[in-house]
């Protein structure tokens, strides 16, 4: 394991280099999420009809520029996020389980699932207002526009513009849930895929290397979707709008249910876990990559006694 600030960098390049591929996927679970905002099943127009029609419809009507929407914004949402996510993951844990148990190489479950939870929390805080910023770009289509309109040029202008119109309040709109939604993804994405990795090796006697970490994100991403999905759509809705539709997590929550049935909050189920799988795998095998690389960059620019500091 490299450094924490080594482990940042490493979590935050693996992150930009998922999102990259998954932005596409990522677009039209967003356009999903919000088609049919807070109307009846029978009275919602359905202008993107799933995955492959949704990616299709926007090629098609946007070009590829359409489905990248946002990709600037995401890419330092990216490096924020995973970088906290994975950077602080490892300090936080052995920090409870020494605590706790006087031994940081004990494995608790309940401390993984904190120390997943706590990291993510403080990366989708920091990285908020790029995550607002990218859900307002990629929601907006000149051709089938869906939830509220953003006309931004690009993500610096679109931060301008809501710290203009909305001030600071603005810029951290929805934070709540995106804490609470990165919370639920984090406090099982980093537990499942190392406990995947452990029953793997033990059970199936795989060995350390690619297919042993293919298959440990894979377990990790579906997890992750199927616990991140429901405030993920809540998120998603809270972002998109101005404070005109919402006042807060639990209001966006009952409001979309009463107006569209409970299934509503897992719309765009199956455009996410198109998209949290590909990612998943990506930035956990990158970032084993990464890691490397970074400790062994560490190892030759740092002296040992700056590094046992870090």
Do not use: W
């Not at 009846?40 to 127009?45: F, L, M, T, V």
């Not at 000149?142 to 939830?147: E, K």
């Amino acid at each position: 394991m490299a450094t924490t600030t080594g482990a940042f960098l490493a979590g935050g390049i693996a992150a930009c280099g998922a999102v990259t591929v998954t932005h596409p996927f990522e677009t039209v679970k967003i356009r999903l999420q919000l088609q049919g905002e807070l109307q009846s099943k029978k009275d919602a127009p359905r202008m993107y009809r799933g995955v492959i029609h949704g990616v299709s419809v926007v090629l098609k009507n946007e070009g590829p520029r359409g489905l990248f929407r946002g990709i600037g914004a995401a890419y330092i949402y990216q490096m924020i996020l995973n970088g906290c996510r994975l950077g602080f993951y490892e300090p936080l844990r052995k920090g409870a389980t020494t605590a706790i148990f006087k031994d940081a190489n004990v494995q608790s479950l309940g401390v993984n699932i904190f120390s997943g939870a706590a990291s993510g929390i403080l990366g989708a805080a920091a990285g908020s207002p790029f995550f607002l910023v990218k859900t307002r770009l990629q929601s907006y289509s000149p051709f089938l526009p869906v939830g509220t309109q953003h006309g931004y040029k690009n993500a610096l202008d679109g931060l301008q513009q809501i710290h203009r119109t909305e001030g600071i309040k603005g810029l951290y709109r929805g934070v709540g849930a995106a804490m609470v939604r990165t919370g639920f993804g984090s406090s099982v994405q980093l537990p499942t895929y190392f406990f995947a990795k452990r029953r793997l090796v033990r059970h199936l006697d795989m060995h350390e290397g690619l297919p042993l970490h293919l298959a440990s994100s894979t377990a990790s991403g579906f997890v992750v979707c199927c616990v991140m999905h429901p405030p993920d759509t809540i998120m998603s809705r809270m972002y998109n709008q101005t404070g005109t539709l919402y006042s807060g997590i639990l209001d966006c929550f009952l409001k979309t249910i009463k107006s569209e049935g409970i299934l509503a909050i897992y719309k765009g189920f199956t455009a996410h876990l198109a998209r949290i799988l590909p990612h998943t795998i990506l930035t956990l095998t990158l970032a084993e990559q990464t890691n490397k690389l970074m400790r062994r960059a560490e190892q030759r620019i740092l002296p040992s006694m700056i590094e046992e500091q870090l």
